[in-house]
């Protein structure tokens, strides 16, 4: 038998060889997970936002409004701010039909990315059970700190290097250990919660990666096997910072069919205006049949090509326009006004670049020149819901006077073609009054750590800036005195 040499055999030879064997083991182990494969797609099965929304829509108390939220990215900053809004919508009650129910279970659906999307995504989960959990097991924890000591553990140096399994896999576990516990889209469904879209962005192309089985389709894989947890940290990848999360591509195999508004773009003589977004979606969507040569797709912070939520509803809204068959698909017909509560915590620290002939230093310039374009898009993509909504307004009065030339009286001109109304609620530090209170939210840092003063600020100011937003009091006014039938009034709960 051969002998091992002394020093081997010694307790602290002994614990290095059980670690170096428990690093090899991790390394070989070091496999992110895949999302599975579908041969067939089941158009009714599945975590379907648009299906899902008009089955809730439809057990609401007021089925002729469509309420939305939107939750910007922003790290804790946007998930304490988020949860704030929430929280007023929950204390703002209704009267419906004698009973009185919070304004938050009137909401159809939330739209988020990035650090808004742990909010909008533990809502969808958890409910109302959320507000007496979240705090404490995501918000005032420092999440950021204990991501790090996991990636500085030894333990887990192969299994990140193996080139499988990035920093943002190693995120996806931490947030299943504290607040998700390995629920996926499948665990969703059926849930009586808003219907939640999140979403990330293909490095590639730069294009909305939305976590749909809308959108799964196309990539032939099966939305309600990907953990929660997992599609939260794709959405939260920040580029370099995180490692991408990928994504198995099979698009091409399973007879997957594009939404019906793509018939009605791509026709010969189709419409060219408002179709310009449309037509580079559908392009962005067609681009996944393609899987022999995209097998793989890159995914990072849904920020990078939508930090406010709202493209997704923007790109829906101008579909809509297009495409009647799209509308009829969506029962839009049915709806008399939309909701969109824009939640958007940009923040813009302070800088005293300009009193100096000195420039910025290299890495100063690199989060500048990236920040910047995210901000005057998302300052662009609310003034542009707002012009959606202004461009169908003159459309309905133009057909109501086309009407009313060809001789029809102006009440039944009015009476013949259907009102929808747009209620686009900004929700951002931009409102508030108070110079240096502003200037305080504005320098909050984009991290996964702030102080428990901070989240507790963050959240008081999502229910004050809600509350006191003019297009919010109107809202309320007209559910009061007007709105809908069976609402009839509005009440704010002390």
Not at 360 to 388: N, R, T
Request: with cysteine.
């Amino acid at each position: 038998m051969k002998v091992l040499p002394g020093w081997m055999t010694t307790p602290a030879a002994v614990r290095l060889g059980c670690a170096l064997a428990a690093l090899a083991l991790a390394g070989c182990n070091a496999m992110a997970p895949v999302n599975p494969r579908i041969d067939h797609v089941d158009a009714e099965g599945g975590y379907r936002v648009g299906q899902l929304l008009k089955r809730t829509h439809g057990h609401k108390d007021d089925a002729q409004t469509l309420f939305l939220l939107t939750f910007s990215g922003g790290g804790t900053r946007a998930a304490a701010f988020s949860y704030g809004v929430l929280e007023e919508l929950r204390r703002t009650n209704i009267v419906v039909r004698g009973h009185t129910i919070n304004l938050l279970s009137q909401v159809d659906g939330i739209a988020a990315v990035s650090g808004g999307s742990f909010t909008a995504l533990a809502y969808a989960l958890y409910g109302d059970e959320l507000f007496t959990e979240y705090e404490t097991r995501f918000l005032k924890r420092n999440v950021q700190s204990d991501l790090a000591k996991r990636a500085l553990n030894p333990l887990n140096w192969l299994t990140l290097g193996s080139g499988l399994y990035g920093r943002s896999e190693l995120a996806a576990d931490y947030y299943d250990d504290i607040l998700f516990h390995g629920a996926t889209f499948g665990d969703l469904i059926g849930k009586p919660t808003p219907v939640t879209a999140v979403t990330g962005t293909d490095l590639s192309t730069g294009a909305r990666f939305p976590f749909s089985q809308e959108h799964f389709d196309l990539l032939c894989s099966d939305l309600s096997k990907v953990r929660l947890a997992r599609a939260a940290a794709t959405s939260s990848a920040v580029p370099a910072l995180l490692s991408p999360v990928t994504y198995y591509n099979y698009g091409g195999r399973c007879g997957a069919q594009m939404p019906p508004w793509v018939q009605d773009i791509t026709r010969p003589g189709g419409p060219d205006r408002p179709a310009g977004r449309a037509l580079l979606r559908y392009r962005d969507m067609k681009s996944l049949e393609d899987s022999a040569n995209r097998p793989y797709l890159h995914v990072v912070d849904g920020g990078v090509s939508d930090n406010l939520g709202l493209r997704g509803l923007l790109e829906t809204l101008e579909e809509i326009e297009t495409s009647p068959s799209f509308q009829q698909a969506l029962d839009f017909d049915r709806l008399r006004r939309i909701v969109v509560v824009v939640v958007n915590s940009r923040s813009a620290p302070a800088t005293d670049w300009d009193r100096s002939p000195l420039a910025p230093g290299i890495l100063a310039q690199l989060l500048q020149s990236s920040s910047v374009p995210i901000d005057h898009f998302s300052y662009e993509s609310v003034e542009l819901l707002k012009d959606i909504a202004e461009r169908w307004a003159d459309k309905r009065r133009l057909a109501v006077a086309e009407r009313q030339l060809a001789g029809m009286s102006r009440a039944q001109a009015e009476a013949s073609i259907p009102n929808l109304s747009f209620d686009a609620i900004d929700v951002s530090f931009d409102s508030i009054e108070d110079p240096e209170e502003r200037r305080y939210f504005m320098d909050l840092p984009t991290t996964f750590f702030l102080s428990d003063n901070a989240v507790d600020r963050l959240r008081a100011l999502g229910g004050q800036l809600l509350r006191n937003s003019q297009a919010y009091q109107k809202l309320l006014r007209r559910v009061q005195d007007k709105g809908a039938p069976e609402l009839q009034h509005a009440t704010l709960q002390p």
